[in-house]
């Protein structure tokens, strides 16, 4: 592969426009090896693509990850957020409070494991300060229920048993992220952007020869970049590396006095079922899953060898764009029910005003699929969010754009370009998930659960 500062390909081709695709381009189109690079971004929905991973009214920005490198990429993101990047409202420091519900002394070790490991990196690796918020600390420990339920006083109800808050975490507006970005792009004037969605790519023995639209158009690239989130496995055969799980997300309205009282807590997040609430805004709370998801198997045709007759079954998002009434399934719905009276009993029976299912691209590790793809040499791979990518807007295009150039500008770009680099072996089962403290149940299909309703 090329390195270095020589201009690596006339033409870029980058498919999709949530953090991977727009951070992408975004960084091709500052980096001098790329000056003389036509750079295209095509987008299958008009911008911002309401069913996008990426686009939603928030999302958690923190270092808190029981895996260093990911803590130590975010330690470099965190200032873009606190600064331009996230002005105007698009980033709100309001802080994390990462909860078990297990206790202390419990001998389930996996039980607060990531709770434990992400302690460990943001005071250790990040060097962030422990005390009470009061007397400067950053991060408080909250070893008593009763620890707990002061932070998040406001809730009423019943917050977790023991975790700790990161005061210096937040929340970001992630529509605005995401449109922020694009203007961030736009100002380039290096990128063509184009909505358009890809119906496949026609392949060679190795190489992609063309990109056709579903509207019949063929384009050609020196190299094509998908960045297409959880559709990517119609895409490509992904099976055993990448997969699509449906997520839950439940909204509900508040009054003026109940958005007052909740408005500044921070965020709050349970290891022990997944669970989550980040803090509301413009009067609407939102109650959300991070969990195994549902996997919605889908048979189509082999993506690399269509006129093989040849078809595969991939879970693939099914999202309101398909189905305008797609609800989420009764046992999310009881989930978000009983999460939300738990912690804060005055809203129990409030009824939702929304809900949506989001779809991660899960990977076994959780690690993204940042690559060029081993069969093919002009195809480049940037997806495999795994739930957790949105936080890494302002940073992660330029770590992309170093695999794409095969750079290690240091030794974090040397261990993320490992983390993230083609899988050896693949996943051995029909359904991939994640395991860093995802909830609910593992292998749910999103029909049959929809069916119980
Ligand atoms: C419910 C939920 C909560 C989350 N919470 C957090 C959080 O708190 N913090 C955090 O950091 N991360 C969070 N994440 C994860 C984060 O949002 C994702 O990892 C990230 O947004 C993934 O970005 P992406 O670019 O891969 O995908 P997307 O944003 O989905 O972008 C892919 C784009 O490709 C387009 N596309 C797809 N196929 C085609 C085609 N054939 N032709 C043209 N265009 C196409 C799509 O329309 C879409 O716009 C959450 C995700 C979900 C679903």
New binding site residues.
Partial sequence: MATGTAPLHSSILI???????LSTAYALAQRPAFRNTKITL????EFP?S??????S????RPDYADGAYAALMAEGMPLWRGEFGAEGRYTEAGLCLVTDETADDNDEDAHYYLVRALENVTKRLGLRVGKREAGGQVELMETPEAVQRVMASMGGDCGRRGYVNWTSG?AD?EAGVRHMRKLVEATGRVQFRT????RLRFGEDKVEAVELVNGEVLTADLIAL??????P??IDLRGIASATG?I?AYLDLTQPEQDRLGSNPTLLCESNGMFI?QPRNRVLKV?R?GYGYANPTCIPHPERPESGETITVSLPRTKQDDPYLDIAPEGDKACREYLAKTIPSLADRPWTYTRI????DTPKGDWLISYHPKYSNLFV??G????????LPVVGERIVDVIQGVDRDELGKELRAKWAWPSAKWKEDHIWTDDWRGGKKGMVLDEELARS
């Fill in positions: 498919v999709g426009s949530g953090v991977f695709g095509i987008e299958r929905l693509a069913d996008a991973s990426s686009i939603d928030s999302r958690i920005i929340w992630a358009a969605e890809v119906r960045a297409t989130g959880a559709w990517t119609k895409l997520q997300l980040i959300a991070h989001c779809w991660y691209t940037a997806t969010g795994s739930g957790h990518a949105y936080k890494f």
